[in-house]
């Protein structure tokens, strides 16, 4: 439902007052003298454009142990892109500044003229990131999904960031209209058979820049919280020794993808670690480090963003 007449003027009132203190720099006393309200107005207009996020922030200094640990990261696990953002103290699983971060790189790869090919995962933090891109008209790129977002019971997952991403850019998407892991090897391989599922699997091993989240492999596993693998299922998957997981894909603490277990029923788009492929992993958080470090060294993914403190973990188990 569009806003009223009377909540567009409120939200133009504190979009201009949320302007003059965070840009321009004015008190909230000088933002009462200019918009002629009280400075309680004014604080309630302010804080009204933070909480419907009239403006947001990115952090663009270049802070120097950040920029160092990326260059370690780098280095030590020879990615191709690399980006470490400052941790939360208060709250060191927190994905607010790693999504920030993704969602800038991404806006920077959709400002391309020339048409690219976006593929997306799902998850947490990549929808987060995706939900801070400004809307941008980009009909020309292509965004593809890695993954299904249907559990067993036929609910979608809230997670999803394809179709987000293309309501903020108005690219052409297409999505995977499948459970993440069917019920039998035989019906997952009748799935990815069907001729429009073959169309996107074969477009997404064409993509420009690949983007996914990375998932830990534990009692809190995601694949397991949000209902697309069962207890038991998780519990045969940690005895086999799975580290974490990417798009649905469990792997070891080597990297490597299992053949087995609900990887046989895994109906997204199947890893190709290539040297010459971007694909950068999103996540950040103590509980995931295990997890990342062995995606990085099996090269599912080549590409990182996360923060301070997981880089820091990451370095310390290479020692």
């Known amino acids: 439902m569009p806003p009223s007449n009377g909540e ?34 004014a604080q309630r207009l302010v804080s009204l454009a933070l ?24 280095e030590r696990y020879r990615l191709k892109h690399c980006d470490v953002v400052p941790t939360d103290a208060q709250n060191p699983a927190r994905v607010a500044g790693v999504a920030a971060s993704a969602a800038a790189y991404l806006e920077q790869m959709l400002t391309a003229t020339r048409p690219i090919i976006i593929a997306l995962g799902t998850g947490r933090t990549l929808r987060a990131a995706v939900d801070q891109i400004r809307p941008m008209a980009c009909p020309h790129h292509q965004l ?51 001729e429009p599922v073959k169309r996107v699997r074969e477009l997404a091993a064409r993509a420009d820049l690949t983007v996914v989240g990375v998932g830990q492999m534990d009692s809190e596993a995601q694949q397991f919280i949000d209902g697309f693998i069962t207890r ?17 894909w469990a792997f070891d603490s080597d990297g490597h993808i299992f053949r087995g277990g609900t990887n ?35 090269r599912i993914v080549t590409g990182l963003i996360t923060d301070e403190v997981t880089a820091a973990a990451l370095l310390a188990l290479s020692n």
């Not at 567009?8 to 504190?14: E, I, M, P």
């Not at 999904?145 to 036929?154: F, K, R």
């Not at 038991?232 to 649905?248: I, Y």
């Open 144 to 194: 593809v999904s890695l993954v299904g977002n249907i559990a067993p019971d036929g609910s979608a997952s809230f997670f999803d960031a394809l179709t987000r991403l293309a309501d903020l850019t108005q690219a052409r998407h297409y999505p995977i209209p499948l459970p993440v892991v069917a019920a039998t090897p035989e019906e997952r391989d009748l799935l990815i058979a069907i």
């Open 8 to 41: 567009k003027s409120r939200l133009d009132d504190a979009a201009r007052a949320g302007w003059l203190y965070y840009i321009a720099g004015n008190t909230q006393d000088e933002i009462a003298g200019k918009l002629k309200i009280s400075r309680a107005a």
């Open 264 to 298: 046989a029923r895994c109906t997204s788009v199947p890893h190709r670690p290539q040297d010459d492929r971007l694909v950068v992993g999103v996540a950040v958080g103590p509980a995931k480090v295990r997890s990342i470090d062995a995606a990085l060294a099996g």
């Open 232 to 248: 038991q299922e998780l519990v045969d998957l940690l005895r086999e020794g799975a580290a974490g997981e990417v798009v649905g």
């Open 51 to 74: 909480s419907e996020r009239l403006i947001t922030f990115r952090l663009d200094h270049p802070i120097t142990g950040c920029m160092e640990l990326a260059a370690r990261l780098s």
